[in-house]
């Protein structure tokens, strides 16, 4: 299996020189393998020693408790196996009501936000494999969609790549059972609301009925239609600069002359292009969307706006000799945002992490035993002079009790419902109050990160320690919390 897959990883350039890599880990067979594979390739003395590793996990919120515990249980595993590990939180299902989408679709666009989040351009390992290429394209032939539909996953596309595209579910099952790995079991992936599971646990035994064969069947004609797309891809971006007028994020527009100039094939891929880039990368456009385009771009002018409603909110209107392709939905943006939880990282203890969003890297350390006694002693004879010399604070360098922080801490910037019991009180606050207490300025608050341990906030970075987590004369471990600047600056 290490062999398959590094001459893989190889025949297609998968991983870089150097940098880091992020692993998407659900926690099941699949991811589990990718990850132990990728750990055992990269790294100093290792095959590829120049590239580091970094887990992202997301909880769906599709599963109550369970996806707690999933979440948690990977983040653990990245801690004992010494690499960093971000977890995200989304309520798909309300994500799904609101943009009126399936919860299938809903899931994966929010799992590729949040791991793109998370990634900051670097590339982004996720654990398909050669079943779920069959069903991809299986999926896909439901759905139509044309050639490029047809090609199904591919070893690398855009900043995701598949090392393990070449191997079977079995086979990263039979992978995990050799090396004593224990997989989490998604339950999800037997749900019948989901057209990939029908198609997993009916389509494909349905079809190996007609056909022992249809697997490696549809994996050679994705191939076939992989050369063929691949050029049709290079003539769009040949003609792009000269078809597109303008590019932002929620519309782009497009010259009609050039539109028009083009065969009806690349018109069609073109468009294709434009209304992926502003559909989360996947156009929602079929045959009967495009006829209805090329019926209004072919229309004699006669100086009026031509709009036309398409499919996720999409609009196009005809402005004379220009073409503009819009969202219409960028108002509903701050509400759908609200379901985005910020991306938590785990932070070992001791450990040092990034803080998502933010400039920060999360750091923290088990004070030597010798300062520890001294420090008890000067709690004992209340000596607060003498414990903050032994125990020099800053603004963001404080202490905390070792056995409130736990062995593995979360760290995030604030989201709404956060509280936490400032230093002295008996009861606990709005970490919204609190900031406003404090009177940090409104464009601060949302890049101060927060500690938590597993019951309650432990730190407001540069604001206050929890009460929960102070040094007392029972303490038994002392924990330095800090945060230092991305370039080490405190």
Same mark, same amino acid.
């Given at each position: 299996?290490?062999?398959?897959?590094? /001459?893989?990883?190889?025949q297609?350039h998968?991983?870089?020189d150097q940098?880091v890599?992020v692993?998407a880990?659900?926690?099941? /067979?699949?991811?589990?393998? !990718?990850?132990h594979?990728?750990?055992?390739?990269?790294?100093p003395?290792?095959?590829?020693?120049s590239?580091?590793?970094?887990?992202?996990?997301l909880?769906?919120?599709?599963?109550g408790?369970?996806?707690?515990q $999933?979440a948690?249980?990977?983040?653990?595993?990245? *801690?004992?196996?010494?690499?960093?590990?971000?977890?995200?939180?989304?309520?798909?299902?309300?994500?799904?009501r609101?943009?009126q989408?399936s919860?299938?679709?809903?899931?994966r666009i929010?799992?590729?936000?949040?791991l793109?989040?998370?990634?900051?351009?670097?590339?982004i390992?996720v654990a398909?494999h050669?079943?779920?290429?069959?069903?991809?394209?299986?999926?896909?032939? %439901?759905?139509?969609?044309?050639?490029g539909?047809?090609?199904?996953?591919?070893?690398?596309?855009?900043?995701i790549i598949?090392p393990?595209?070449?191997?079977?579910h /079995?086979?990263t099952?039979?992978?995990? *059972?050799?090396?004593?790995l /224990?997989?989490?079991?998604?339950?999800?992936n037997s749900?019948p609301?989901?057209?990939?599971?029908?198609?997993?646990?009916?389509?494909? =035994?349905?079809?190996?009925?007609?056909n022992?064969?249809?697997?490696?069947?549809?994996?050679?004609?994705?191939?076939v239609?992989?050369?063929?797309a $691949?050029?049709?891809?290079t003539?769009v971006e040949?003609?792009?600069?000269t078809?597109?007028?303008?590019?932002?994020?929620?519309?782009?527009?497009v010259?009609l002359? =050039?539109?028009?100039?083009?065969? %009806?094939?690349?018109?069609?891929? !073109?468009?294709r292009?434009v #209304?992926?880039?502003?559909?989360?990368?996947?156009s929602?456009?079929?045959? +009967?969307?495009f006829?209805?385009?090329?019926?209004?771009?072919?229309?004699?002018?006669?100086?009026?706006?031509? #709009?036309?409603?398409?499919p996720q909110?999409?609009?196009?209107?005809r402005?004379?000799?220009?073409?503009c392709?819009?969202?219409?939905?960028?108002? *509903?943006?701050?509400?759908?945002?609200?379901?985005?939880?910020p991306a938590?990282v785990?932070?070992?203890? =001791?450990? +040092?992490?990034?803080v998502?969003?933010?400039?920060?890297?999360?750091?923290a350390?088990?004070?030597?035993?010798e300062?520890l006694?001294?420090?008890? $002693?000067a709690?004992?004879?209340?000596?607060?002079?003498?414990?903050?010399?032994?125990?020099?604070?800053?603004?963001?360098v404080?202490?905390?009790?070792?056995?409130?922080?736990?062995?593995?801490?979360?760290?995030r #910037?604030?989201?709404?419902?956060? +509280?936490?019991?400032?230093l002295?009180?008996?009861?606990?606050?709005?970490? *919204?109050d609190?900031?406003?207490?404090?009177?940090?300025? +409104?464009?601060?608050r949302?890049?101060i =990160?927060?500690?938590?341990?597993?019951?309650?906030?432990?730190?407001?970075a540069g604001?206050h320690v929890?009460?929960?987590?102070?040094?007392?004369?029972? #303490?038994?471990t002392?924990?330095r !919390?800090s !945060?230092?600047?991305?370039?080490?600056?405190?």
């Open positions: 299996m290490l062999e398959t897959v590094t /001459a893989y990883i190889e297609h998968l991983l870089p940098g890599v692993v880990v659900s926690g099941g /067979a699949d991811s589990l393998c !990718l990850l594979l990728l750990l055992r390739l990269c790294g003395g290792k095959h590829f020693p590239v580091q590793l970094h887990v992202a996990h909880d769906h919120q599709l599963r408790e369970a996806s707690v $999933e948690v249980a990977v983040a653990q595993l990245a *801690q004992a196996w010494g690499l960093p590990c971000t977890v995200g939180r989304v309520d798909v299902p309300e994500l799904a609101a943009q989408r919860l299938e679709e809903a899931s929010a799992r590729y936000r949040f793109r989040e998370v990634a900051q351009g670097q590339p390992a398909h050669k079943d779920d290429q069959v069903e991809t394209l299986l999926l896909h032939l %439901l759905r139509g969609g044309g050639i539909a047809m090609v199904g996953l591919q070893a690398r596309q855009q900043d598949r393990l595209l070449s191997v079977s /079995a086979d099952v039979a992978y995990c *059972q050799a090396h004593h /224990a997989p989490l079991e998604d339950l999800s749900d609301r989901f057209l990939r599971n029908r198609i997993r646990h009916e389509l494909v =035994p349905l079809l190996e009925t007609m022992a064969g249809i697997r490696e069947t549809l994996v050679r004609n994705a191939e239609m992989r050369v063929d $691949e050029w049709l891809a003539q040949l003609h792009w600069s078809v597109v007028a303008d590019e932002q994020p929620d519309r782009i527009e010259r002359a =050039p539109l028009l100039a083009l065969p %009806l094939s690349l018109q069609r891929h !073109l468009l292009r #209304t992926a880039q502003l559909c989360d990368g996947q929602p456009l079929e045959l +009967r969307h006829e209805l385009i090329e019926e209004v771009l072919r229309r004699q002018g006669s100086g009026e706006t031509l #709009t036309l409603h398409l909110r999409l609009q196009l209107l402005r004379g000799d220009m073409v392709c819009e969202r219409t939905d960028r108002q *509903q943006a701050p509400a759908q945002a609200q379901l985005m939880e938590e785990a932070l070992s203890v =001791p450990g +040092r992490v990034a998502p969003g933010t400039p920060w890297v999360a750091v350390e088990l004070v030597p035993d300062a006694q001294a420090v008890r $002693e709690l004992r004879q209340k000596d607060w002079d003498k414990v903050w010399t032994i125990l020099p604070l800053a603004r963001y404080v202490y905390v009790d070792g056995e409130v922080a736990g062995a593995l801490l979360r760290v #910037t604030r989201c709404a419902g956060d +509280r936490m019991r400032p002295g009180m008996v009861h606990e606050k709005k970490v *919204q609190v900031l406003i207490d404090a009177h940090i300025p +409104r464009d601060e949302a890049n =990160p927060l500690f938590f341990a597993q019951a309650h906030c432990l730190w407001l604001v929890d009460d929960r987590a102070k040094l007392t004369e029972q #303490t038994s002392i924990v !919390l !945060l230092v600047g991305s370039g080490g600056g405190q």
